[in-house]
């Protein structure tokens, strides 16, 4: 019963649409976020990710479809589901000129954490956000990076079981982002997490999963290692002192297609699951081509997101189509 319960979503979208005067901006998006997941969230200005964030969020109601927060229809029960979320926006809602103490006391009070957990509870966000030595500091005084932990501790005060972050290290220094990187890390241990944010290498370095939406329509949702795969493409680029004809390395199993490059280079295209550098190399060595340079190709994780978000594409889960 335990591993069932915990094997539940906590956040559950269901065929999320939402209209504008007849134009959809959101167009039947689905997905689950469990305990444990740190979902990276992208898409292009305008794309309706904003959208989408606001109706999980009960800030928008949709025009078709529900939401559920941790077993709680967000539509039906919107007290008790919104008190189940943890949101950071985009410019954290701080009290400057309160300390740190006084302010997360005071969003304590306002998500109804009772009097006798509330010292517990602001010892516990103060602990995860490496804010303990700085309760008695004025929130104006800190650096923007300990601000951002003042954000995220005030979105996790009462213990919600779903964290949405949206940029959450915008205008960070390099060793800020470090920090703030690792804090979200640490809370995909005890929530699940939902990131939103334009930082393409902040989805690989932090979120076990992503998923991005173009034009209303979600086009790809996958694990990051699944994307890992999707980058590895089935090409090779060579090098030969003494190239053979075409005909030579087409003999070669998996090669489908040997293509001539500047600079006397060439771009062998393979089958995805038979890469052939092992029995080139083999095969070179044995012809005496002098074989001196090797490169497998890859695509990056901001050219999907351009494929996707640049081209007229169906909606994939878990398995996207990219032509590199």
Not at 68 to 96: C, M, N, S, T, W
Request: hydrophobic content about 40%; overall charge negative.
């Amino acid at each position: 019963m335990t591993d069932t319960i915990a094997s539940l979503p906590l956040v559950a979208a269901q065929h999320l649409s939402l209209a504008y005067d007849g134009t959809l901006a959101v167009h039947d998006v689905s997905f689950e976020v469990r305990r444990g997941d740190v979902l990276g969230f992208l898409g292009p200005n305008g794309a309706g990710k904003s959208t989408t964030m606001q109706m999980i969020t009960g800030n928008l109601a949709p025009s078709a479809g529900q939401v559920f927060i941790d077993g709680v229809d967000i539509l039906d029960d919107p007290k008790h589901a919104k008190a189940r979320i943890g949101y950071l926006p985009e410019q954290p809602p701080l009290y400057r000129e309160l300390t740190v103490d006084e302010y997360l006391r005071f969003c304590a009070r306002l998500n109804h954490v009772h009097k006798e957990r509330l010292n517990g509870a602001l010892d516990y966000a103060k602990q995860r956000c490496g804010l303990t030595d700085c309760g008695k500091r004025l929130i104006g005084h800190l650096s923007k990076g300990y601000q951002q932990r003042v954000g995220i501790a005030q979105a996790i005060i009462h213990g919600p079981p779903v964290v949405i972050l949206d940029e959450p290290t915008v205008g960070l220094d390099p060793i800020q982002i470090r920090d703030i990187r690792n804090l979200i890390r640490e809370l995909g241990n005890d929530h699940s997490v939902i990131l939103s944010t334009h930082i393409l290498p902040e989805i690989q370095a932090i979120c076990n999963r992503v998923q991005i939406i173009n034009k209303g329509s979600l086009v790809l949702a996958d694990t990051i290692e699944g994307l890992r795969q999707r980058m590895q493409t089935s090409t090779l680029t060579i090098a030969l002192r003494r190239a053979p004809n075409s005909t030579a390395l087409l003999e070669i199993p998996g090669v489908l297609n040997a293509e001539p490059l500047p600079a006397g280079r060439i771009r062998l295209h393979h089958t995805p699951d038979q890469n052939p550098a092992e029995a080139l190399v083999e095969r070179s060595v044995r012809e005496q081509w002098g074989l001196y340079e090797l490169v497998p190709e890859r695509i990056s994780l901001e050219d999907i997101f351009v494929n996707l978000t640049t081209s007229e594409t169906d909606v994939v889960t878990g398995v996207a189509q990219v032509t590199p």
